[in-house]
């Protein structure tokens, strides 16, 4: 079992669409949670971070659930520029700092 | 602050060459990490510096790959000799802890697409 696994893509979505990924997570030892978005061609940037109690961030809205170990990313009203790949990331404190990312899952938001 | 710089941008090169790519991290960030990406495998990191100093680098493939520090502002991974299925994009990406120890994020740099034919 992978130890960060994200929802299988690629989704398809008319433009005004709500969407929604969920990512899980094998490792209780987990401390901080992100999602990232990767553009074609580009690398990852920071979309959000997640928190216990929750986030918003305009369109964007990410939950983090520790008793099941999983989080998840809403966007509304989804826009064409949303299409991107979206990856959960998940760090560990074991000593060390451990990042895993997700494979990603490959939104597409069509007109 | 200009972000994450990598270069170069791309790099095409023939079996066997070494190849260098090269990072300076954000300024203050004290965290640097060299990612590889495929389409195979996804992303994956190689190795992670904190203060310069390696801390984790079991995620290097084998001896051809190296990875240095010499100071806060700059790194350099190496592959000698460069095979064909070294070809990837490869990512440096820096960071900082927060004052409670958590944990910012990453920012990337915009990566080097390297070619081994």
């Known amino acids: 079992r992978k130890e960060v696994e994200q929802d299988p893509g690629p989704f398809n979505v008319p433009e005004g669409a709500t969407v929604a990924f969920n990512c899980t997570y094998s490792?209780?030892?987990?401390?901080?949670f992100f999602w990232y978005r990767q553009d074609c061609r580009k690398e990852p940037k920071l979309l959000m971070s997640?928190?216990?109690s929750g986030n918003e961030d305009g369109r964007f809205t990410a939950q983090l659930n520790r008793a099941s170990q999983y989080i998840s990313l809403l966007i509304r009203d989804s826009k064409l520029s949303d299409s991107a790949t979206y990856l959960c990331?998940?760090?560990?404190?074991?000593?060390?700092?451990?990042?895993?990312f997700g494979a990603g899952t490959r939104l597409f938001v069509k007109a | 602050d200009a972000g994450v710089i990598q270069s170069p941008r791309h790099e095409v090169t023939e079996m066997g060459q070494e190849v260098t790519l090269r990072c300076k991290p954000i300024?203050?960030?004290?965290?640097l990490f060299w990612y590889r990406q495929t389409m195979m495998r996804g992303l994956e990191l190689l190795i992670y510096?904190?203060?310069?100093?390696?801390?984790?680098d079991s995620g290097m493939p084998e001896d051809r790959f190296s990875a240095k520090m010499p100071n806060a502002s700059f790194s350099t991974l190496k592959i000698q000799p460069s095979e064909p299925r070294d070809s990837a994009v490869y990512f440096c990406?820096?960071?900082?802890?927060?004052?409670?120890?958590?944990?910012?994020?990453?920012?990337f740099g915009s990566g080097t697409r390297l070619t081994v034919v």
């Open positions: 300024s203050g960030h004290d965290y």
């Open positions: 510096f904190n203060n310069n100093v390696p801390i984790d």
């Open positions: 997640v928190y216990s």
């Open positions: 490792n209780s030892a987990s401390q901080s």
């Open positions: 990406a820096s960071s900082s802890l927060t004052p409670g120890h958590s944990y910012y994020g990453y920012t």
């Open positions: 990331v998940v760090i560990l404190n074991t000593g060390g700092f451990k990042t895993i």
